[in-house]
């Protein structure tokens, strides 16, 4: 069997040819099921139209205060680090870092990866960082948790509601617009067509 | 040296690359594409995510055993811990917020580590019957690991926002530490796990009962 024009299943490693997919199309691996490779409908227009609306949410979600309470006279507004710091303070510093990292500072790294990645990819150019770009977005990807987090704070605030009256801050929509548009992008890039097209334009 | 399946690529000596997808001779040893390190399968995947899953089953001891945060009112100090959380919530009738606590603090993990052992002993016992089942487990457990940060997060916020001076405060506990331990080691634990394992079983009999041949690829539409 000769190598050129085959690929093989991740997930089972059966060999398969290499698949010439059409705009929208998808293939799955006949074995396992696992998706192999889908091309988008619009090449990388939609990943960079998501990944720069993701960019302006995060930076606004940065600025503004994030969430407020009211209960029996107090007042407590936090911004969106003052959600980690806290725990810094108050005796967990490992677990603020954690924290810190799987919502604010992965999510940035990836992000910059991401438009790093499709700003060249959607001009059809080559960029000596391209493979480093792609190595930080596909490795750091799964420990971007901005949505889990986006559950966990709708979740707090069901738990408080019965007790103070709260507010929800420009910060927190513009996370919530912001974790749509990461995720919308994130899951929009297919492995094999971003390096595919990566080797693409460097060998060009 | 272990021989693979006909069919499969490291069979040809040829190995697919994890971060780029590109197939390419094991013997080069580096991605001629993206210059990520090439492996027929992940090194001793077995041996090491049945240690990770053990670190992760130790941590989960004391995550449900020590208080995940400790509220300080009037001061009178009240720890919880996350099924005490759960319980409680679900006697004040906040059945959606329990429901999902329960979900992300206890069913996800539990039930990511009993399939990853699941996985792990079929892998080692050789097993060739439901592969396609247990590959379709693998990637449900690969993709709901993360949503067990939920708890930690909401500790977070409740720790942030409840700070009303010698009245109210809220503290985060140690379990929230080894909580976020499960989570990540869990993780660790699923990447280490190589799927193609369960495939590899299927020796030369299994192949020629004819239900496997050079695959033909499968369509869709996104």
């Not at chain 1, 227009?45 to 969430?67: D, E, K, N």
């Not at chain 1, 930080?136 to 949505?147: A, D, I, K, N, R």
Request: charged share 15%.
């Amino acid at each position: 069997m000769a190598l050129s024009g085959r690929i093989a299943c991740l997930e089972c490693d059966l060999v398969l040819p290499m698949p010439e997919l059409g705009e929208g199309q998808r293939a799955n691996c006949p074995r396992c099921g696992h998706t192999l490779t889908s091309r988008p409908l619009d090449g990388f227009q939609r990943s960079l139209a998501f990944t720069l609306a993701a960019s302006v949410f995060l930076v606004a979600a940065c600025m503004f205060p994030f969430l407020s309470m009211k209960a029996g006279g107090f007042e407590n507004a936090i911004t969106l680090f003052e959600s980690t710091l806290e725990i810094y303070e108050n005796g967990q510093p490992v677990v603020a870092v954690i924290v810190g990292a799987f919502i604010l500072v992965i999510p940035a790294a990836v992000l910059l990866g991401m438009l790093a990645l499709l700003v060249p990819l959607f001009q059809g150019r080559n960029a000596p960082w391209l493979v480093a770009s792609g190595r930080l977005v596909f490795g750091l990807s799964p420990w971007s948790m901005v949505e889990v987090f986006v559950i966990g704070v709708i979740v707090s605030l069901v738990k408080l509601a019965s007790m103070a009256t709260m507010v929800l801050g420009i910060s927190f929509w513009s996370y919530v617009a912001f974790s749509i548009c990461m995720t919308a992008a994130v899951s929009s890039l297919d492995r094999m067509y971003v390096w595919d097209s990566i080797e693409r334009v460097s060998t060009r | 040296m272990t021989t693979f399946p006909s069919n499969t690529a490291a069979a040809q000596g040829w190995a697919t690359c994890h971060t780029c997808t590109k197939l390419a001779s094991a013997e080069l040893h580096h991605c001629p594409r993206c210059g990520a390190a090439l492996h027929l399968r992940l090194t001793d995947s077995l041996h090491q995510t049945m240690a990770l899953l053990i670190t992760a089953v130790l941590l989960y001891i004391p995550a449900n055993v020590y208080p995940i945060m400790t509220t300080d009112q009037l001061g009178e100090s009240i720890d919880s811990t996350i099924l005490g959380g759960v319980l409680l919530l679900w006697h004040h009738g906040s059945y959606p917020v329990a429901s999902v606590i329960f979900i992300a603090s206890v069913l996800v993990p539990v039930g990511k580590m009993l399939s990853l052992g699941l996985l792990c002993a079929s892998v080692a016992r050789k097993d060739v019957t439901r592969m396609r089942q247990r590959a379709i487990l693998y990637r449900v457990t690969e993709f709901v690991g993360r949503w067990s940060m939920v708890d930690v997060f909401v500790v977070a916020i409740l720790v942030a926002l409840i700070q009303l001076g010698g009245l109210l405060v809220i503290r985060p506990g140690v379990a929230a530490l080894a909580f976020s331990g499960v989570v990540i080691v869990t993780m660790f634990a699923a990447k280490r796990f190589d799927p193609r394992l369960i495939w590899d079983q299927l020796n030369e009999d299994a192949l020629e009962e004819g239900t496997l041949e050079e695959g033909k690829l499968e369509f869709g539409n996104e």
